[in-house]
Every structure is written in C-alpha cells, then in structure tokens.
C-alpha cells in the first residue's frame, strides 16, 4: 500500500512539474501536502501535537520587539468566499490585500476541529476519544478522505454520518484566544464544564503582564456574540449573552469595544437595556452608540479621538434590526462592481477598525496591543446560502486589514512592522461553497439568486435561504463545515508560524488553529531570557555545608536561591542508569517508545519508594550508589534537549547513529526566536555540560571537535570558559587537548567575536568584563578563553577561619564566575528578542570526585555570587529586562560524593573540617582524595550518584510554568519531584519555542 501511494504520488509531481499542469502557489501547496500525508498515512505515521512555539524572522526587523498583535478572523470563511470576492470586485480570484505575498508573505491552511467535532469522528473511526496527551491529527481532521476524490471529499465534508461535524464560533474562537481545544459552545472554558474551568485568553495574558498590554475586541455582530465573547469572557454556553456581557463590561473591560447587538434598535437578547446604561455611566469608557439619522463612523471616530484626549476606554455599540452592523451592499453590475455601506448609522469594519487602532496605539505603551477584529457577516450570510451577503462581508474585511495596513505603514502612533503583526484567518468554514469552473462569474458579476421556497428549507437545519437556478454557484450545506481555513500573517514575528508547521500533521505544512494563540503569546513574550545556572556534581548536601560555611549552622539554606518561586526535587537518571536498575527489577529496558508510562520509567529509573522524595538526606544510600549513575554529558543532554540518553552522548540519541543529533534549547531560542545565546563554564568550554548547549557528538571526550563545532557552526554570542592551550601546557608548549590549534587560531583571527585572552599578570575579571563592553559597542560577540593547569579556572579559595568566612580567587588573572556573568549578560542583553544563557561552575563536580570539602564549598559560594550578580542584572532599572520576562533556574545535573555531614559535630560559620590528603593508594575510581579523621563529614564515594538534585526557579512565570510538571513522571502524590527533562520543557515553555524532537 505504501508504494501505491508513493507511485501515485510521484506520478501526480511529474505532471505538476513536466507535464504542464498549472497551480497557484497556495493550492500546489495545499496539493503537496496532500500527496506527503497520503504518504505518510499508508506508512502508519499520525502525529502528535507539540508544546508552545514560536519562530523568529530573518532581516532587518529580527533585533525589534514585537508587541501589537492585530488579529482579524473573517468567521465562517473559507478559501471559496475569498475567491469570490475577489472575482467580484477585481476580476481574479488573488487580488484581495491579504492575497498578495509582497503585502502579506506568510499564508497556509489551519485545521479547525473541536473537542466534540474530534471526538464524533473517533467514534466513526474507531479512536481513542480525545485527551491533551495523546492527539491523533487525522481524527480531527483527515487529509486523505479530504483530498482522494471529490466522493470521498464531499461525503467526509456533507455526510454527517461519515464525519461533517464541525466546530463552531465558541469553541473555535477559544482555541484561537486560549491555545486549547473544548466542546462545542464553550467560552473560554476546559472541555467537560468543569467547575472553575475558566481558560486564561490571548487578551488577559496582555493584561496580566508586569507592564500590562492594551486589548480591544472589534465586530459586525452582537458584542456578546462567541466569537469576540471567547476573547474577553468565559462561559460554559455561549448563548448566556447577558452574563457574556457582563464580564466583558465589567471585570475584563477591553480597552476597545466595538459591536452590534444595541437593544434598542434589535431587542435585549444580547445586552439589556440595564446592562448598557452601566457601561454608559462608566467613567472609564468614552461611549458611543448607534442614532438614528446620525453618521455612525464620525460619531465612533469622535468618541476615539475624545478616548486618547482624555486617556479613557472606548466603547461603541451599534446594529440593525438583525442584532449585527448591516452587512454592506454589493449589486450585480458585470464590469462595475459596488460596495457600499447599507445604512449609515453603524460603522463598516474598516471604520471600527481605524477607531480601535487610534485608541489601542496611543499612549506608547510600552506593554503593547491585542486586537481581535470579526467580520462576522460572512458567517451569517453563509448559513443563509447568501452568496451576495457573503461577497459584502469578504469585501468588508479586506477594507478593514487594507485600513489597518495603512495605518501600520503610515506609522501612526509608533505601529510599524517591526512592532506589529497582523493575522487574517477564518474560525471555520460555512456552507461548503463550490463554483461552476464552466459559468465563471467575472468582474462586478454575480450569480443569479433567488429566495428559496421557505418549505424546501424545515427551520433549524441551517439549509440555507437562497438557490442559484443558473448554475453559476452551488452550496453544499447552511452549516459549518470542517474545511481547512486560511492563515495570512506580516510582521515582526510571523516566521514562528513555520516552526509549528506539521507539529501535529508531520511531513506537511499544516498548522492548527490553536497555533495562532502560541503566536499572538509568542509576539506578547518576544523578549523573555532564560539564565539557567548548573553546579556541576551538586546536591543538596553541599549547598546545605557552603550555606553554614556563609551564615552558620542556624542557616543552613540560605543561600539567594534557596528562596527562589519555585523549588523542587529533581531525578537525573539517563539511559545506563535506568538499564542497571531495570535489570536488577527484572524490568523492560529503557524505550523511548514506551515513554508514556511515566509512572514505570519513574519507578524504575528512581525509585521513590527505596530512595525517598527528598534530596537530602536519602533513605537508603546502598540503592543510590549501588548502580551507574549518569553522567555530565547525558545529564547535559536531557536539560539541553528533553531527552534521555546514554552516558557520554553530547546531545546526541542513544545507539549512537548517524543523525541522531538532538536540536537544543539554546539552538532553538537562537534559530526560532532570533535571540542571544551563550554558555559560560569554569572548566574547559568544549567539557561535557557546556558542549551539551551548543554542540554535538556522540563521545564527550572528543573535545577537539566539539571545540570546532562550536566556533565554527554554532557560534554562540557568548563564550567564556577554561581550557586555554597555554594553559593546560605552558606558553612555550601549549597543550591542545580541549580545542585544537586551528580553532585556536581561527577565534583569535574571527572578527565576528571580541577576543579575550587569560594573561600573565592581567586581572581577569577587568578584561573580561572590558571585552564585553567592546563587543556591545561594536555589536559584536564575545569569546573569553581562560584556566590554568588541570584546563579549569582554579577553584577559588575559602579558609578555616571560624567566625569569619572568607572568599577570594586563587587565580587573580582568570575571573570568577559572577564576572563571567556579568560579561555575557552585558552581550546578551543587547539582542531585544530575548536570550538564553547557561552558566556552569564545573568544580563542584571538580572538587567532589577528589572529596574535597573546601574546594567544593569555594564552588558552590562561586556558584551563589554569580546567580546573586545575575539578579542584580535583572532587578536593575532602565532596560527591557525585568522578572516579568526572564526565568533564572539554579540546579544540578547529578549528584556527586555522597556527603553526609554530622548532625553532632556540624562545621560551622567560617569553619571548614579537617581534612588531609589520602596518601594511600586509592582503591577503586573516582574514590576521593582526601579524608575527614575528626569525623565531621563522611563521604560514600568519589563518584557520581542517582542522588535527587534541588531545582530553584524564579521570575514571575516560575512557579506557573514549573509546575505544571510536578508529579509527570512521579505519583502525583509526590508533588515535589520533577525529572531533568521538564526542566528543558519549562524552559521551552516559557520561551516560546517548539518541542518536537
């Protein structure tokens, strides 16, 4: 079947290509991905939906901030109704504003199903019924029965018995405003009308942020209709328009309202007379409303220009008889087409549309706008089977995104393209409108219509009002349907579209309409940076001992990040790890396949009920030391990537094939978000933990190319760390085990970086943090290459001083750890679409396999003052970065050593415990140098363990975006344990960026 499928495939290509069949760019699109997914589909592969997404954009505009989001659905439309309104009004079917790639080069199809639409069509497929964890994409929507034959098509489209449902308004706009997919009817609100089922929307993610963004709601219909009701209310049905009304109005309160549904020239089904008289007693609204024989646009564009005088909300009610703004008029005129407005007391969009842009742009808020504009008379008109009504309202969307592209390049109020983006989509489609390619209606020309026999058309069956005798045109139906829409974007941020392209229908280019809240949250987040902090070898035994180092035995944690937002337990178990403990369990070998079953990966890989829930002190130390334990370069790997993997492997799969490089967080942030990168280390830059970030390879001690990869392919903005040659070896005979001589040289010779160097009798810390100061002048990146013998920066020192701790650098010309900070902060933070920085102090780990208590407490104080430095950066005034847009994570990558300290003869302030160097010959590996004869601290190894390690999260999103992992992989009853990969997923969470490896 497979190679049926690919024959046919290939054939239809040949004649695309050779054999002179002509398509449009967007329809030999749309082709294409029918033939992949034909493809894939025969072969067994269905997709599962990623985590949130963004992208980037090439060029000019990449180093601006996005911050308006004006999002435009024409409900109800589909690729037909655009086609024809642009014959109608142009004499073509791509002359439309949103049509022409030059104006608007993003387009493509979005799948629209809902929760109820997916789930009848899993009961006509025999699928699993709906859940977040495991999506089938063609259940929602199947490519194949779509695209196969117009027999197929049809019926899969027509036949509700064969899979016509559809979504509808509510639940599709909440999957726009909300990013997640509910039941028909629903606003705002989780599948199943749970109690407190409220989902947050696109526009109160604006108004929740530190700096608080603008929102606005624009449409033809009723204000309390679903579709703008999904933007700015929450509600288990949607036609509980008064309480829809009442929200909006008095709790969310959208800086623009503008609509129809005035009760006084329709009734009081969708706003009470009561309900009005409040909003037009509110100070915080300039109102405006519908009179009769009084200009509805002049009246609207005085209550805004009276809005931004007197710095007030703006709220405009109108309509006609129907309950929506009259829906302009065209007529049948061939050669001459019409549009013009029905009545004059209500706006046409493009009207609401420039009101609402006056307003929200204003100011120079710095938090930015969200705007939704309906035109929602498509729609209505679809479900009559009103083809002219239809051609009005397309034509009336194209003037109102025309207005709005005016205004952007006109550059009113600041709005330009590198700050706003526009998307134009459609909800769903309607009435499955289909043309005779033979009786083509041209310009100004429109089908016969006549009102169809009342009899013909039984009430409730959305059959549709009107007939096409001639031919010219023909409905399928007066309901939605379940057709892909159309997807337009321009801006600042669109290219993030591209990174969500076959997530959920793999080999095409299909998005989903959730999709289009990841982008509009993308915009409003475009500047958020992620410092992620790792003390090598670190658990919690050694932050307790460099805490009562620091502050005394009465504050044993009180270290800065031991009161971050958020703290957790962490399991760091790779793939060798959890192979050891499955043998000995008499388990199944580690799977990806099988990753699913959490609770089984948890249990075997750490198992909660031997070892226990918290980091320190363990339950049963035998069974954390008893088998392998993972390493820096796996360890590395599942932070960087998500993913779990064998010891040694540098963002690399397991089984060591060709091709099995794993993308990482760093490389996503840089290729999706156009932000900053940067590792910092105080070992060798091209060491396991750094390498994991920026390179890849499938054996750790492979430094040389690492090394190469990292100068020559990555390139990250920001390099610091050890292993300089002349270092390792000596001036006159440098020693290239962790970068080569040609790498060397190259960064030294590469003018893209400022260079700096480890000096004899040059501090540091001064060059380093000058360099930093030269590449934000010259725009340029910088790499700083210190260390000495041994390839690390020397560990700085701490004494046996009781009373008086004490914390200086044992090496004056390499810096410390809070000056590597410093520098790369200073670098990164110039790119405004955010960065990610990973900062590593390697001689906790370093210190620990030689179990040396002062050394590896000098790490961990390096390691407190680089993340207090960090903080100091965000907390300081006058730039764009502060808690609301950047994440600071402190935690480790494993354990290491095993210490214990004794609770009867603890070290105290200043205090260190004796400690002599084992002269004996060490007796197996990694089994530590030194020894403790007082008896202060015990340690069970000189290797790494399967110990928990802490993770520390802080920002204003922390504790929300961390959360959601606690007990994933665990019982849920153990809240407090998350697994080193969710520590990756949170990251891409809050950045913004795909999951999908």
Not at 187 to 212: H, V
Not at 318 to 332: E, H, L, M, R
Not at 459 to 465: F, I, K, P, S, V
Not at 617 to 631: M, N, V
Request: charged content about 20%; hydrophobic content about 35%; some cysteine.
């Amino acid at each position: 079947m497979c190679d049926i499928f690919h024959l046919s495939s290939v054939w239809l290509l040949h004649q695309i290509f050779f054999g002179g069949l002509k398509l449009k760019t967007k329809l030999f699109k749309l082709l294409l991905l029918v033939l992949t997914l034909s493809v894939l589909a025969a072969c067994g592969s269905d997709g599962n939906d990623g985590s949130t997404g963004q992208d980037g954009q090439n060029g000019e505009d990449a180093w601006a901030l996005p911050k308006h989001v004006i999002l435009f659905i024409g409900d109800g439309m589909h690729e037909e109704h655009e086609a024809a309104a642009s014959r109608y009004y142009y004499g073509d079917e791509t002359s439309l504003i949103w049509k022409d790639s030059s104006v608007f080069p993003y387009s493509n199809y979005a799948t629209t199903w809902d929760v109820t639409a997916y789930n009848t069509l899993a009961g006509e497929r025999g699928d699993n019924t709906y859940s977040t964890d495991s999506i089938n994409g063609r259940t929602g929507f199947d490519v194949l029965q779509m695209g196969l034959s117009s027999l197929t098509k049809d019926k899969y489209f027509l036949d509700s018995s064969t899979g016509a449902a559809a979504t509808d308004s509510a639940s599709a706009g909440t999957a726009i405003a909300t990013g997640v997919k509910t039941d028909a009817g629903n606003i705002a609100w989780e599948s199943g009308d749970p109690t407190d089922g409220e989902i947050q929307t696109i526009g109160e993610y604006y108004q929740s942020k530190t700096t608080p963004g603008k929102i606005g709601i624009v449409t033809t219909v009723p204000i309390s209709h679903a579709t703008p009701a999904a933007f700015v209310s929450h509600n288990v049905y949607r036609n509980n328009y008064h309480a829809i009304f009442t929200e909006l109005s008095t709790v969310t309160k959208p800086d623009v309202v503008i609509g129809g549904g005035h009760p006084q020239v329709y009734n009081e089904t969708y706003m009470s007379n009561a309900l009005l008289a409040t909003v037009q007693g509110d100070a915080d609204y300039e109102y405006v409303a519908r009179n009769t024989g009084t200009d509805g646009a002049a009246s609207l564009a005085t209550a805004a220009a009276n809005a931004v005088s007197n710095g007030t909300k703006l709220f405009g009610v109108f309509g006609s008889a129907g309950g929506q703004i009259a829906t302009p008029t065209v007529t049948d005129t061939p050669g001459t087409p019409s549009f013009t407005k029905t009545e004059d007391e209500s706006p046409v969009l493009s009207e609401s549309t420039e009101a609402a842009l006056t307003v929200l742009s204003s100011g120079g808020g710095a938090g930015g706008f969200f705007v939704m504009l309906e035109q929602g008379d498509i729609d209505w008109t679809n479900h009559s089977n009103d083809f002219k009504g239809m051609v009005g309202g397309v034509l009336d969307l194209h003037y109102a995104v025309e207005k709005a592209e005016e205004m952007i390049e006109d550059g009113v109020n600041g709005m330009s393209w590198a700050n706003t983006t526009i998307i134009i989509t459609s909800d769903h489609g309607n009435s499955y409108l289909r043309f005779n390619r033979g009786k083509t209606n041209g310009l100004g020309d429109l089908p016969l219509q006549e009102v169809k026999n009342s009899s013909n058309c039984p009430a409730g069956n959305y059959c549709g009002n009107y007939v096409y005798p001639d031919g010219e045109v023909f409905y399928g139906t007066g309901g939605h349907t379940n057709e892909l829409v159309s997807v337009y974007a321009r801006g600042a941020d669109t290219a993030f579209l591209e990174a969500r392209q076959g997530v959920l229908y793999p080999g095409t280019e299909l998005i989903d309409n959730t999709d289009l809240f990841r982008a509009m949250k993308s915009i409003a987040d475009a500047n958020r940076n992620v410092i992620l902090f790792i003390g090598d070898g670190m658990q919690k035994a050694h932050e307790v001992a460099a805490s009562r180092y620091m502050f005394g035995i009465d504050n044993p944690e009180a270290l800065s990040f031991h009161d971050f937002d958020f703290k957790a337990n962490c399991t760091t178990w790779d793939v060798d790890t959890y192979n050891s403990y499955a043998r000995a369990k008499g388990k199944d070998l580690y799977a990806v396949a099988k990753l699913n079953n959490r609770i089984e990966y948890g249990t075997v890989g750490y198992d909660v009920a031997v070892a226990g829930s918290y980091s320190y002190p363990q339950l049963e130390d035998e069974y954390i030391r008893r088998y392998a334990a993972t390493d820096s370069a796996s360890a590395g790997t599942a932070l960087a990537t998500g993913n779990k993997t064998v010891d040694g492997n540098i963002a690399w799969l397991p089984g060591d094939l060709a091709g099995g490089n794993l993308t990482t967080i760093a490389e996503k942030a840089k290729a999706q978000r156009k932000g900053a990168i940067g590792v910092v280390t105080t070992v060798p830059f091209s060491h396991a933990t750094p390498a994991t970030f920026v390179s890849h390879n499938i054996n750790r001690n492979n430094y040389g190319e690492i090394a190469e990869e990292i100068i020559t392919t990555t390139r990250p903005d920001v390099v610091i760390g050890a292993g300089h040659p002349s270092f390792v070896g000596t001036p006159a005979a440098p020693n290239y085990q962790y970068m080569t001589e040609a790498s060397y040289n190259a960064i030294k010779a590469d003018t893209g970086y400022v260079f700096v160097e480890r000096t004899d009798g040059v501090t540091g810390g001064t060059a380093l943090l000058n360099a930093a100061d030269n590449a934000v002048t010259a725009k340029k990146k910088l790499f700083g290459l210190f260390g000495g013998t041994g390839g690390q920066i020397a560990t700085p020192t701490v004494t046996d001083t009781p009373g008086a701790p004490t914390f200086a650098a044992t090496d004056s010309e390499s810096p410390l750890l809070a000056d590597s900070t410093e520098a790369a902060l200073k670098v990164l933070a110039q790119n405004k679409n955010g960065f990610f920085l990973m900062v590593e102090q390697g001689d906790i780990d370093w210190t620990n396999h030689a179990n040396d208590y002062k050394g590896m407490v000098g790490g961990v104080i390096d390691l407190e003052y680089a993340v207090k430095k960090a903080m100091e950066f965000v907390d300081e005034p006058g730039d764009s970065i502060d808690w609301s847009n950047t994440m600071l994570i402190v935690t480790s990558d494993h354990g290491n050593s095993f210490l214990r300290l004794n609770n009867t003869l603890k070290p105290g302030l200043g205090d260190l415990p004796a400690q002599q160097s084992y002269v004996a010959p060490c007796p197996g590996t990694w089994c530590g140098s030194n020894i403790y004869p007082d008896g202060e601290v015990f340690y069970g190894t000189g290797g790494h363990t399967n110990e928990l390690v802490s993770v520390y999260a802080k920002g204003d999103f922390a504790s929300e975006t961390f959360s959601k992992y606690n007990g994933k992989m665990y019982d849920e009853d153990v809240t407090n344990i998350i697994d080193n990969t969710f520590i990756f997923k949170a990251m891409a969470n809050f950045l913004g960026v795909t999951v999908s490896q």
